[in-house]
């Protein structure tokens, strides 16, 4: 009973410190649907409403489907009434990119002596996206828009999910599970695509734009697999291997270790490896910019880099949990172990407290479009969002994921 009170009393201290108001629980299911049973999605946005057409079919070898419009309306999903039709579909859904990241999605469908070839056509805008939030001990992945609205609960798919990450794919993640070998892809629908990958599990996935996927195993082995999944490349990497990432401009790939950093270059005909730093980092984030830069962290001390390892800017930030970068306002974004978030201004290097009372804030994300920044502290139990200023923050609580600590947030429309 005293840790209860105790706990209390760091929470309301917490929202005293960095908030001025709360927002409706966005956790509680509520609507009147059971989303688990569609597949296929297709998202379209109007004048900053979002719309989902779901086919009802579990695969395409079925001769009928109903295709469903539904709508948010007062924070979950709602079938809209005189939108739905049910008939044979005799194509599939195609999605066309343009280079502005805009999405048309069309389908044949016939229904009696109604035929068209486009029942549904539209151009997703940039609009809301999906704040996956990852539980480390009870293996729950709930998924909400970033405005606060609910959208869909666990996906059945995930048993012991310990890895998740992004795709190249605006609004998919992907998984390394402990009862799967190989990884699952996750749509914002409930639905799962699993891929084999023999009789091996792997700590860490990454994607790189050319198709290749580079995977690390439990011996420490950076290994990269063709678009067919056959193995082009494997090194042994000195150390334990803390972090993977992918320059999706460059196709650079970086490995972090207690050894250092190594920079591998895939080319058409052979392929490079190199050392290009040589103290331990524990954590690494690239910076996709013009500058290209390196962000790393070992034995107390944040360091910035270029790709070719050299030192940019070096300074002591001790107990360093979670770093992410923010694109829009070219900020630097930690957390540490003493319950306390900064930011680091890139081109100043100043490092400046933005908001405190968190136990243990351990991950960070960053909207890029608006500046909310989401935490995750497993500690207190609680997801909370602050706006840019730091002068508001909303906590989030379920008895579903009681101990959240990842966050990966996804956009649609990139």
């Not at 869909?152 to 048993?159: E, K, R």
């Not at 950076?222 to 320059?247: A, F, H």
């Not at 999706?248 to 005909?269: E, K, M, N, W, Y």
Request: net charge negative.
């Amino acid at each position: 009973m005293r840790d209860k009170f105790l706990l209390l009393f760091v929470f309301f201290i917490t929202l005293s410190s960095c908030t001025e108001r709360a927002r409706v629980n966005p956790f509680d299911p509520g609507g009147d649907e059971d989303l688990g049973k569609f597949i296929s999605p297709h998202l379209t946005s109007s004048h900053d409403r979002v719309y989902f057409w779901w086919t009802d079919v579990s695969n395409y070898d079925i001769d009928s489907a109903v295709v469903t419009r539904y709508r948010v309306e007062a924070g979950t999903l709602r079938k809209e009434k005189g939108v739905s039709l049910s008939g044979k579909i005799s194509g599939y859904v195609d999605q066309d990119i343009s280079y502005d990241k805009k999405y048309r999605y069309s389908v044949s469908f016939s229904s009696g002596d109604y035929t068209t070839d486009e029942i549904f056509s539209d151009t997703i805008k940039p609009g809301p996206g999906y704040l996956w939030v990852f539980d480390r001990y009870y293996y729950y992945l709930l998924v909400l828009s970033y405005d606060g609205m609910h959208l869909y609960t666990t996906l059945p798919d995930l048993v012991y999910p310990y890895f998740i990450t992004r795709t190249l794919q605006d609004t998919v993640v992907a998984a390394l599970d402990l009862f799967f070998y190989g990884f699952i892809l996750l749509y914002p629908n409930s639905r799962a695509w699993k891929v084999s990958l023999g009789t091996k599990r792997y700590k860490m996935i990454a994607f790189h734009p050319e198709g290749i996927l580079a995977l690390v195993d439990y011996n420490n082995r950076i290994i990269l697999m063709d678009e067919n999944l056959r193995v082009v490349y494997q090194r042994n990497v000195s150390g334990d291997i803390r972090w993977l990432k992918v320059d999706r401009d460059t196709g650079d790939i970086f490995v972090g270790s207690d050894a250092g950093i190594a920079r591998i270059l895939p080319g058409v005909s052979s392929i490079s490896y190199q050392m290009i730093y040589t103290d331990s980092s524990m954590h690494g984030i690239l910076i996709e910019n013009k500058k290209k830069l390196l962000i790393t962290y070992g034995q107390g001390q944040l360091n910035v880099l270029d790709y070719e390892g050299n030192i940019i800017s070096s300074q002591d930030f001790p107990g360093l949990v979670s770093m992410k970068y923010d694109s829009s306002k070219n900020r630097l974004w930690l957390t540490s172990n003493r319950g306390k978030i900064f930011f680091q201004d890139m081109d100043s290097k100043t490092v400046k407290e933005f908001c405190s009372g968190f136990l243990y804030p351990e991950d960070i994300e960053v909207n890029p479009r608006n500046g909310d920044v989401y935490v995750a502290d497993p500690w207190m139990g609680t997801v909370c969002v602050l706006d840019s200023s730091g002068e508001k923050l909303e906590c989030y609580s379920n008895r579903k994921i009681p101990y959240p600590s990842k966050l990966i947030l996804t956009l649609i429309g990139g």
